[in-house]
């Protein structure tokens, strides 16, 4: 069984950075894939960026140029660096990982999820 713990998250002003981690711990045999998704009130929920151990990247159109996607490998762990934040990137964040599991079984965990809130 994998497990993601987010961080991170918090209350910032229009035009300022938060930085996300999302650690993944249990028996992880290889990583996959990894990224953020986020859910507005009212909204369905919508993909923010993914990254392959390849690195590889894709952010949506709203976040791009403003939001960095990262990963470490030997952590395990995947970041979501977000700057020029906007009201409207208000919502709860949840973070996923994909992969292999030492007994050799795909597996996709999310996170808890951690809320942002920009004000303007």
């Known amino acids: 069984q994998v497990q993601l713990v987010e961080s991170g998250g918090g209350l910032v002003q229009a035009g300022g950075s938060l930085r996300l981690s999302c650690a993944a711990s249990?028996?992880?045999?290889?990583?996959?894939?990894m990224g953020w998704y986020r859910q507005a009130p009212g909204k369905q929920r919508e993909l923010v960026a993914s990254?392959?151990?390849?690195?590889?990247?894709n952010y949506a159109d709203s976040v791009k140029g403003r939001f960095t996607i990262s990963i470490d490998n030997a952590k395990n762990t995947v970041y979501l660096q977000m700057d020029t934040l906007k009201p409207e990137d208000t919502a709860v964040y949840y973070c996923?990982?994909?992969?292999?599991?030492?007994?050799?079984?795909?597996?996709?965990?999310w996170g808890q999820g951690t809320q942002v809130t920009v004000s303007s």
């Open positions: 996923y990982e994909q992969g292999i599991t030492t007994s050799y079984s795909r597996f996709q965990s």
């Open positions: 249990g028996s992880i045999f290889r990583l996959n894939d």
């Open positions: 990254m392959s151990t390849g690195g590889s990247s």
